[in-house]
Each structure stands twice: as C-alpha cells, then as structure tokens.
C-alpha cells in the first residue's frame, strides 16, 4: 500500500489552498522507527514510552532506557521525537507493578497521576531522557494532564532533573521542549497562563473523545456511537485550536482519528497544522490533503453547523464526491 503512495512521500504536504501540514507517526517500539523513511513521516509526533515497559517483565534500569532511548534518536536521524513519559494505569498495567483494584480505571490512578504521587519511576525516565538526547534536540510529553498545576508539578521534575545533570557534569539536550497531552475537556479550558507557559501541546482525541462523550473507548457498545465529526465535538476542538492561536502554542492532533483521511482532513480544515498517525495512514491522508482546498471545506462545515446539523459528515461526503 505504502508503493502507491511513493511518488507523495518526500513531498512536503501542502493543500489546494496553500497550508502547510505538519504530518507525524505514532511510535512506541523500536521496530516502528523504519516506517519513518518508508511512509514519509516528519517525525515522531507520540512516541508511547509505555510500550517499551510493557513488553518487558522487569522494570528497566535507567542505564537500559537511556540506551534504548538514544538508538531511538539514532533511528530517527535529526527528525524529531516526541517522547511522552509512561501513560500506565487504565488499560495498561505492567506486569512487574502492582495492580491497582479500581472500579473506573480509565477514570483513574493512571498517567501523570502516578508520575506525580510516585515519582520514582518519572524521575528516572526524565534523567534517561536527558542522558540520551546528549547534544541533541529533546521533545517531552506528559500525558494525561488535566490541570494547570500537574503541569508545573510535572514541569518541576524536569527541571530538577536538568539542574541535577548539570550538576553532574553531564552534557545537556541541545534545547529541550517540555509540553502535555490534552486528553481531558478540562485542560481545554485550564488558564491563559497555562497556554502560555506550555511549549506545545497535543490533543490525545481517543481519550478527549472518551470523556467528550462519556463513551468509554474499550466498550463495543458505546465506542463508535458517536461521530468524531458531530458538531458539538468538532467545536469543541475549535476552540482548543482558537485558544492555541491567541497564545502561540504549537498544537497537534495525536489521536486515531488524525489517521483517518476525513477525519484528518476536518481537522485540518478547522485549523489544525500537525497531525500524527500511525505510519501506514501518511500515505493516504497525505494525498487526499494534497487535493484539497481547505477553506471551501471549512465553508461547507460552518454551513452544516448554521444549518443545525448533528455531524457534518454527510456534508463533507457530498463535498468530496461532487467536487471536480
Ligand atoms: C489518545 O488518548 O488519543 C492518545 C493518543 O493516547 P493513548 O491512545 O495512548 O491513550
Ligand atoms: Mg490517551
């Protein structure tokens, strides 16, 4: 599949109308990082460091995860990688830490949560970090942030974990950028001051949309129940976007939706610039931005939401069939 998109793959992608999309992969292992040259991929807009940690039975040394670390930065060759710190809990527990008995994991003791009240863990995965991307540019994510003062509590540990390298004597990152996931409708509305100290920001969509709904996304029942593209989700992340724009947060869509081509093509027309998918979804995502003019898109999706619309599927379906 990705032959067919070959004579795309090293074009950057710009639209009909001009914009330039940023557009990333998702990663977690090793084995992920070829699909960078293959598919065409900027770079790594989430890289899942839980993975790593999943499909080990020991909890990896610090000596292990800066190894593993670098060789991902060597892989990646000058792109850049985004590393988000361990998002265990919910869904993902590790089997060498105990589990946690909870009635609503997802609503739970998970992500940052367990970062901040036990630190431990965070702490050495943050000196990894800085020991691997040695002279080199550094990008880290905190997932699952849903306030202001978990981010600067998160925010703290780098910078402590900074002042102790240098301490040390170690040589440092090239430059580093500290930003969150936004994975909670709560963060969306979180301070100005927030926006503004963040250095970037990326809508985790498949949580987002979890909580957006109150449709838990492991449930068969309810998780295709609602569209991505109704009109109260898709304003909503219009207003993350508007916010971004005032305070010039970088901001990107990391979520399996960006994946999806009208999905990432909505989003995109409603002002999104970066979006991150899994490798094999570049391709055609890619070639249907290509051929697609944005601001006439965006027209047919504020008309559908002035009329009243539920979701604007059937509009921008009919949008993308008609067109010439
Ligand atoms: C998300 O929630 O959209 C996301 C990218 O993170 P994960 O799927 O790992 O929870
Ligand atoms: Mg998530």
């Known amino acids: ?18 914009k330039r999309i940023t557009l990333t992969m998702n990663a977690g292992l090793m084995a992920d990082l070829p699909s960078l040259a293959s598919s065409g991929a900027e770079g790594v807009g989430l890289f ?16 292990e ?32 830490m105990k589990p946690q008995e909870e009635p609503n994991p997802a609503l739970g003791w998970r992500a940052i ?41 998160a925010r703290d540990e780098m910078d402590k974990a900074i002042a102790r390298e240098t301490r040390l004597g170690h040589v440092l990152p090239e430059r580093i950028e500290v930003g969150t996931m936004l994975e ?28 957006f709904f109150a449709a838990d996304r492991e449930n068969e029942r309810v998780r295709r129940r609602y569209d991505t593209l109704n009109v109260s989700f898709l304003t909503f992340i219009q207003g993350i976007v508007d916010r971004c724009a005032e305070t010039g947060t970088d901001l990107s869509f990391c979520g399996e939706d ?11 027309a409603i002002g999104l610039r970066s979006l991150s998918m899994r490798p094999a979804s570049i391709g055609p995502v890619k070639s249907l931005l290509m051929n697609t003019d944005l601001d006439a898109l965006r027209a047919v999706i504020e008309n559908a939401r002035d009329r009243g619309e539920q979701s604007v599927r059937p509009a921008v379906m009919d949008f993308l069939h008609n067109r010439t």
């Not at 709560?186 to 987002?208: H, K, P, T, W």
């Not at 960006?258 to 995109?268: M, Y």
């Open 1 to 18: 599949a990705q032959e067919r998109y070959a004579s795309i793959r090293d074009k950057d992608c710009v639209t009909r109308c001009g």
């Open 65 to 96: 995860l800066a190894q593993l670390y670098s060789r991902v930065l060597d892989a990646a060759q000058g792109k850049r990688v985004v590393f988000r710190t361990l998002d265990i809990g919910s869904d993902k527990v590790l089997p060498y």
């Open 184 to 211: 909670t409708p709560s963060l969306a509305y979180a301070s100005r001051r927030f926006f503004a100290e963040v250095e970037f920001l990326s809508i985790g969509g498949n949580d987002l949309k979890q909580f």
């Open 113 to 153: 949560r367990v970062g901040l009240d036990k630190p431990g863990v965070l702490r050495m995965q943050l000196q990894a970090l800085l020991r691997a991307a040695k002279g080199r540019p550094l990008s880290i994510m905190f997932p699952f942030v849903a306030q202001y003062d978990e981010f600067r509590a």
């Open 48 to 63: 899942r460091t839980e993975l790593q940690f999943l499909v080990r039975n020991q909890m990896p040394s610090r000596t």
């Open 258 to 268: 960006a994946g999806r081509p009208i999905e990432a093509l909505c989003l995109a």
